[in-house]
């Protein structure tokens, strides 16, 4: 699934930037990109997926502690259980974990 969304994405996008219908056909690209986008059927498709990601995490995070909680060093651990309560600080990027 991934690798055909990837190629879909590849394939609009080279054919946005090698088209020669000029302005107005790349405006009407945007336009229906913009519909697909706020249509209310996909952004609850997205939200789903979303919400399965963060659930599938939660429990591979719970399955990795479970296994190797007792062996993490102690910074480690820390950062973990403070990201798991959604209290982490600012990563390197500068940007909040909460």
Known sequence: M???LTFIVGAAFGFV?????GRE????L???AQRFAK???VR??????????RTAAV?????????V?????????ERVRSLRNGHGPDDDWGTSNT
């Not at 056909?25 to 009407?28: A, I, N, S």
């Open 30 to 32: 945007v336009a229906g």
């Open 44 to 53: 609850n498709a997205a939200e789903s997926a979303a919400q399965q990601s």
């Open 69 to 77: 909680g007792p062996r993490l060093p102690d910074a480690l651990a």
């Open 25 to 28: 056909r790349y405006d009407q």
């Open 59 to 67: 429990k591979a995070a719970d399955t990795v502690s479970a296994k």
């Open 39 to 41: 249509n209310p059927a």
């Open 17 to 21: 930037i090698g088209a020669r219908a």
């Open 2 to 4: 991934r690798y055909k």
